[in-house]
């Protein structure tokens, strides 16, 4: 060991380059995919690939693969006692600073959401957001992301009064159970103007052991500076990080 750390072991670096290759949206993979992600060659992908389905980091699904289910009880262990605030504020900060505009955690409380953890923007020119403050849950991305993965809270906040807070907030119960059916598909949600008049918003879910929504991740910012397209063009990077902290919960997305 040297000042700078333990030299990585080569076999060990190529297979947690495997691990991770698979991600929440493409949990499945076959060898090609594998040697295409990782850039292992074929015959080395393969011989790694056997050796780690013997020993159960992989499960095979047909003539593909998947993570292994033993690794389940290592998150399970990993994840007990990790704090989700304490693990999102480096992550808020990076998307911050990689995207110049705020970045926010939402939870769920009741027919609201919440603001549990926030890295504002370094811009004079910004939405106001602050831990604690409370919105209703049927306006914005972030509500959006918690609705869509939470059908009976959704039940109830579509059977309650939908207020308008500006003229673009969508009030129409059958238009917003719409709009949930299209989060759901696309894994995320973009809103304008619709909690406040000149701001925009990019949101994706966080989830937890059982695969339930347990927080949206969301980066805003005033339209006239990020608005659709700018939010369009954050997508992946808003999504990888999702993935990052629903991996580090010991989370996975709902079967």
């Not at 600073?97 to 919440?114: I, P, Q, W, Y």
């Not at 807070?165 to 894994?187: F, I, S």
């Not at 910012?221 to 659709?228: A, D, H």
């Amino acid at each position: 060991m040297t000042s700078e750390g333990p030299k990585r072991l080569l076999v060990l670096g190529k297979i947690t380059d495997i691990l991770d290759a698979f991600t929440l949206q493409r949990p499945v993979l076959g060898l090609g995919e594998i040697q295409q992600a990782t850039g292992i060659p074929t015959s080395t992908v393969q011989r790694l690939v056997s050796n780690m389905v013997a020993e159960g980091l992989l499960d095979r699904v047909g003539d593909r693969v998947r993570i292994g289910i033993r690794m389940a009880y290592w998150a399970g262990a990993a994840a007990r006692g990790v704090d989700l605030l304490e693990l999102a504020g480096p992550l808020l900060r990076e998307l911050r600073d990689t995207t110049g505009e705020t970045a926010s955690l939402f939870r769920a409380e009741g027919r609201h959401r919440v603001c549990v953890a926030v890295a504002e923007t370094r811009h004079a020119l910004r939405r106001e957001m602050h831990v604690g403050k409370v919105i209703p849950l049927h306006t914005g991305s972030a509500g959006r992301v918690l609705l869509a993965w939470a059908p009976e809270l959704a039940a109830q906040v579509l059977a309650g009064p939908l207020p308008s807070l500006t003229e673009y907030t969508v009030t129409d119960p059958e238009t917003l159970r719409a709009l949930l059916d299209d989060t759901r598909r696309d894994g995320f949600a973009i809103t304008v103007a619709e909690r406040d008049d000149g701001g925009s918003g990019l949101s994706v879910p966080v989830f937890d052991h059982a695969g339930e929504v347990t927080a949206a991740l969301t980066v805003s910012g005033p339209t006239i500076r990020f608005g659709r397209s700018e939010c369009e063009k954050c997508v992946d990077l808003l999504v990888g990080a999702a993935e990052r902290l629903t991996r580090t919960l010991g989370g996975r997305p709902p079967g």
